[in-house]
């Protein structure tokens, strides 16, 4: 394996590069294609849409999704605090509803709805990345690179 390398504070080093066989940064996802693009990263972890955004481009290619190590994974979790929860218990249940609605939605009628789900998440105020990318992950197919298009019916 690769070794990210370990942190040495007691010894004044707190760069977390220390006999790193690589280098692990943070960047925000929307940021991921581009900045891999200009080749400030060589490679990145991350959910949808961003990996088919690199395949797109030309760029980089996925080597595995998620769903194909563990299928139907709990991916996302919407959390909040205990604090929070009391203190605007109404929004809170109304959240989690408005949550359970979109997810039923998206999967009736055999996923029906999620050409109308990518329409809506390519707009700006929402992901903002193009609904042929989006759409490539929510729609039943994946692109592991340009022309290998796979059918994937339960991913995302």
């Not at 581009?34 to 990145?44: F, L, N, R, V, W």
């Not at 949550?99 to 999967?107: N, V």
């Not at 490539?136 to 592991?144: I, L, R, V």
Request: glycine residues 8%.
């Amino acid at each position: 394996g690769l070794n990210p390398g370990f942190y040495a504070p007691q010894r004044g080093d707190t760069s977390g590069n220390i006999d790193a066989d690589v280098h692990l940064s943070v960047t925000p996802p929307p940021q991921m294609p581009a900045t891999m693009e200009a080749g400030t990263i060589q490679g990145y972890c991350v959910g949808e849409p961003w990996n088919q955004q690199a395949v797109f481009k030309g760029i980089g290619v996925p080597v595995i999704t998620d769903y194909e190590i563990w299928p139907n994974n709990p991916e996302k979790v919407f959390g909040v605090t205990e604090d929070w929860a009391e203190q605007y218990p109404n929004t809170h249940l109304r959240l989690l509803r408005a949550l359970i609605r979109a997810a039923h939605w998206l999967d009736e009628n055999d996923n029906a709805n999620r050409e109308e789900a990518v329409k809506i998440l390519s707009r700006s105020s929402y992901v903002g990345a193009d609904e042929e990318v989006i759409a490539n992950s929510m729609t039943g197919t994946f692109e592991y690179e340009k022309g290998d298009v796979r059918k994937v019916p339960d991913f995302n």
